[in-house]
């Protein structure tokens, strides 16, 4: 144990896990109950009765159910596969995998597969439909440019996502929104096609109708934009939680304090990311995002990184220091 490990004071790390579990389930129930909404006023608008509402419900259901499934049984694999990440052994990296067992150990948590990414971007990333079946990737610059207490705060925040289900919540919050998008696309192509004309033959009829036609309309144009804002705030939500979850396991903040200052002034983007795993990474691996003040954007998969290394030194010295939003 660190020096400053003994100056975190116990509340501080449980208050603000507390408080980002708190931040990130009102965000989903808000975003499941968005969703439903949304699948009622597009079934009354499409059938044309408050009955027919009950059509969007079930579509909803139908198509999250079915994209849940396909993304919770292979998102790892293609996830991994897309990084371009290749399983390594003890004997291949064995400071690297004794690493993740004392992690994993302080979790509580199975020891998950461990994995390089042949990239000289420091980063890395957690993947895994739950923890017995997770895994934890990381480039082959992070192991060069981090010391072990490092290494060791950004393995325990990955831990921290394993352990807090966070591949669990992504995969949840990538079918809201893959739901929300399907429904809407399927409403407005059937307008193109003529279903518009059978929406104001339903019983009922008159204004009232008409209303809840425009009102599915401006939910269908708006409701795609508005899931991906919130999939990312909390996104972001989930990134605090895991550093101060990070700091639970390790009790040594200046460890991924530091950790994520290195990652931050690395000037190489990651050749492997993507924008469909850009969220899972440690630090948003496109380097323009992580500028200064860049992740206050709404469209930011990560909070501002200066935002965490500053929490973290706070943690780090005993002060009380709250992120934004």
Do not use: C
Not at 264 to 281: D, F, K
């Amino acid at each position: 144990m660190t020096e400053s490990a003994t100056r975190v004071p116990e509340g501080t790390f449980r208050d603000r896990i507390a408080a980002n579990k708190r931040k990130s389930l009102l965000l989903i129930a808000g975003f499941v109950a968005f969703v439903v909404v949304f699948g009622y006023v597009v079934g009354y608008a499409w059938v044309g009765d408050p009955a027919g509402a009950l059509f969007g419900l079930v579509l909803a259901f139908v198509v999250g159910i079915v994209s849940g499934l396909v993304t919770y049984y292979g998102g790892a694999k293609m996830v991994l596969a897309s990084s371009r990440a290749r399983e390594v052994t003890h004997d291949e990296e064995p400071v690297l995998y004794n690493v993740v067992e004392e992690m994993a150990l302080a979790g509580g948590l199975p020891v998950p597969k461990v994995y390089v990414i042949d990239d000289a971007a420091p980063n890395a990333f957690a993947t895994g439909r739950d923890p017995e079946h997770g895994a934890v990737a990381v480039t082959k610059g992070l192991l060069e440019r981090l010391d072990r207490d490092e290494l060791q705060g950004v393995v325990a925040h990955e831990m921290a996502h394993i352990g807090n289900l966070d591949i669990r919540y992504a995969m949840l919050v990538g079918v809201l929104v893959g739901t929300t998008v399907l429904i809407a696309d399927f409403f407005l192509r059937s307008l193109w096609f003529g279903g518009g004309r059978r929406m104001g033959g339903g019983r009922g009829g008159g204004q009232a109708q008409l209303i809840m036609m425009l009102v599915a309309i401006l939910f269908a144009i708006l409701a795609p934009i508005f899931a991906k804002l919130l999939q990312l705030s909390i996104s972001r939500q989930r990134e605090y939680l895991a550093d101060a979850t990070a700091v639970r396991l390790t009790r040594n903040p200046k460890g991924l304090a530091d950790a994520l200052e290195k990652i931050s002034r690395s000037p190489n983007p990651l050749q492997s990311a993507n924008r469909a795993t850009a969220h899972l990474y440690i630090s948003n691996p496109f380097k323009k995002a992580n500028k200064r003040n860049a992740g206050k954007s709404l469209f930011s998969t990560h909070p501002p990184i200066n935002e965490r290394i500053g929490i973290l030194r706070s943690m780090e010295t005993g002060r009380s220091v709250d992120e934004p939003g």
